[in-house]
């Protein structure tokens, strides 16, 4: 794994554990020794906590009254997948230990610690950061984006290879995309044994559709103007013949 190009123009941590926190359907909660998974039941507010629906007459609503009030008593956890089937599909995940608490019909859960891990490492998150900070602006609509310029326009995922340095296609058997946010567009590089993410940096943040649809074409432009790698030539000869 890995790749030589550089990555710039990237979310903070903060704000990307936030974009986690935000994109994320399902989550695993463990308390008072228990691990259950929750399917669409969450919800969360301005400032990172997390509004739980459960049944009140639940071993974890049982667990929350019991447990010592604003002691950390559970464990969240949150999976980013990337929206397009590739290798490894699991790009971040967000741990998030704290406190539950009753609240308004449902549980209440106030972080005290946030961990996020991607694949460069764990990160501890600032909570005061994390508290403050805001979802990339793209981040509920990036699923459909994805799936959109993987299914309907595999010929501009192959031309943006053209922005990508030549030694990091070297033995690339497919190019899909992994991930975006307003800062730029993220390709996964597979090979037979291997894998690397190279990132493409918009030249100013998209903070909606319609934004990132011009940045979309400013890449598109500059990568019409480019030559075709060396790499991917030699790959179409193979297969031509």
Known sequence: ???????????????????????????????????????????????????????????????????????PSALLEFAD???????????????????????????LFQPTRVVLRQSAGAVVVDLDEFTAARPDPLAGAEARLLTHLAEAHPDAVERLTRLVRPESL??????????????GLTLRIERTRAHGDVRLPFHTPADDVAQLTERMHALLAQASAAACPRALQRQRADGDG
Not at 36 to 62: N, P
Not at 95 to 107: I, N, Q, R
Not at 170 to 183: F, N, S, W
């Open 81 to 107: 997948v990337a929206p397009v089937p590739v290798r490894h599909r699991i790009r971040a995940r967000l741990w998030l230990s704290g406190w539950f608490a009753p609240s308004e019909g449902t549980l």
């Open 1 to 71: 794994m890995g790749d030589t190009q550089d990555w710039t123009a990237a979310p903070g941590a903060a704000e990307r554990a936030r974009s986690v926190l935000a994109a994320a359907w399902s989550c695993a909660v463990t308390a008072d020794g228990a691990r259950e998974e929750y399917v669409g039941a969450h919800t969360v507010t301005e400032d990172g906590a997390v509004r739980l629906a459960v049944l009140d007459d639940s071993a974890l609503f049982g667990a929350v009254l019991c447990a010592p009030r604003q002691e």
């Open 170 to 183: 070297h033995a690339a058997t497919r190019v899909a995309p992994l991930a975006v946010d307003r800062h």
